[in-house]
């Protein structure tokens, strides 16, 4: 009898463990320590720190938790889910913190709903846009993250005199499709709706200042509604891809003075080559453009529309346990807006060191030049240290990156 009972038991625990089966718990945990130096417009700021200097800070590189899973239906059909967030393994910010209210949950990132068959994947939530998932598989560094991540410059617009900034690589709520892989072709097309205020149809470009009245480094626009896809194909170790996105801004300014904004449009075409086992190189180009109705300060001559270009080129290469990796990015200047000398430059050098299979230390350097009007400094978020324009920012430190 007692017999007969431990093996029900047994029974009960496998038929849970078995049910358990198709839904995976992961995530990735990657913490840096790095040193940045700004040089170039030395300038007092009230809020704290100068336009040149130096600061030390740990830097949590996108670590995330996630859930997801698969439910089997019949006849070839699943349902699926994904839920996934940041981490916030640093505090949120930088030096002292006393008495903190942050939490480890971070943002939310790609999380969805949806269904799948042999005619493909539809699903609907928060989830990357066609045009960040093609920007991101060019990028060379691991998790494509970190000081170097291609998001830096790639697919951005930034005017650095008004701290605005339109971004095509974004997450966003959408209704999306997968089409199945078919003869190396595969492609997604995506679609968010309209969110407007209500009111006006405007959204508030927001006030992108600090407390004395200078410029912060960025306040990201927000679009009222975006669609975009992509398309690629992949054989004989190449992956060939190109994106379109289109995101419809109606502006209302504060003190960015920006109004009546419209679409802002993004262009992409990439190659990587990972024919050779522990090699991958990428190339990829970028053409934004954003329709301005002859809106000033922004626009040269009443024109209706300004333009940037973008380039990324890296490689990467596992050697045994060793995986060193560059990348260098450029951006240039803006076609048809009166805000010139607007572009930037990045180069990064990484070098890893898997200590097991999941688990590996890394040594980063990175150089950001900004023209003379231009204000990217992505290491420095939550730093005191401010600049207008024309700043040299570099990076360099150590960190330790695991998944599981």
């Known amino acids: 009898m007692q017999k007969k009972i431990v093996a029900l038991a047994v029974a009960g625990l496998s038929t849970a463990a078995f049910a358990q089966t198709n839904v995976t718990i992961y995530g990735v945990a990657d913490v840096s320590g790095q040193g940045t130096t700004m040089t170039g417009e030395k300038r007092p700021v009230a809020v704290g720190g100068q336009g040149e200097g130096s600061t030390f800070n740990l830097q949590s590189n996108s670590s995330l938790i996630g859930f997801k899973g698969t439910e089997d239906l019949g006849n070839g059909l699943k349902a699926l889910f994904q839920v996934e967030s940041n981490m916030n393994l640093t505090g949120g910010g930088s030096g002292v913190q006393v008495q903190t209210t942050n939490t480890s949950m971070g943002s939310l990132r790609d999380s969805y709903l949806g269904m799948n068959s042999k005619y493909g994947t539809l699903l609907g939530g928060y989830v990357s846009t066609p045009f960040r998932q093609a920007l991101t598989s060019f990028d060379v560094m691991p998790g494509a993250t970190g000081s170097g991540a291609i998001e830096n410059l ?13 971004d095509s690589a974004i997450r966003a709520t959408a209704v999306a499709y997968a089409m199945p892989t078919l003869y190396g072709f595969d492609g997604t097309l995506a679609y968010t709706g309209s969110n407007n205020n209500g009111t006006n149809n405007q959204t508030g470009a927001g006030n992108c200042s600090n407390a004395d009245g200078t410029q912060v480094s960025v306040c990201t ?8 896809f992509n398309l ?21 300014g504060t003190t960015n003075q920006v109004n009546n904004l419209g679409d802002f449009t993004s262009y992409l075409v990439g190659a990587a080559y990972t024919g050779i086992p522990g090699l991958k190189a990428s190339v990829t180009y ?12 922004l626009t040269q001559n009443g024109a209706g529309k300004i333009s940037n270009n973008a380039a990324y080129a890296g490689v990467s290469y596992r050697m045994g346990n060793w995986e060193p990796a560059v990348s260098a990015a450029w951006q240039g200047d803006m076609d048809g807006s009166n805000l010139q000398q607007m572009g930037a430059r990045q180069w ?17 350097i990175s150089n950001v030049n900004n023209s003379a009007n231009q204000t990217y400094r992505p290491f420095l978020t939550g730093s005191n240290l401010q600049n207008t324009g024309g700043a040299n920012v570099f990076t360099y430190g150590m960190g330790l990156r695991t998944s599981f």
């Open 221 to 228: 626009a927000t679009p009222q509604s975006a669609w975009g």
């Open 154 to 166: 790639v697919g951005e617009m930034r005017f650095g005199s008004t701290g605005l900034a339109y």
């Open 232 to 252: 690629g194909w992949t054989g004989y170790g190449v992956n060939i891809k190109g994106a379109f996105q289109q995101a419809n801004y109606n502006m209302s």
């Open 286 to 297: 970028a053409r934004n453009s954003l329709g301005t109705n002859g809106a000033t300060p």
């Open 348 to 364: 990064t050098g990484r070098v890893g060191y898997y200590l097991s299979k999941r688990t590996q230390a890394y040594g980063i």
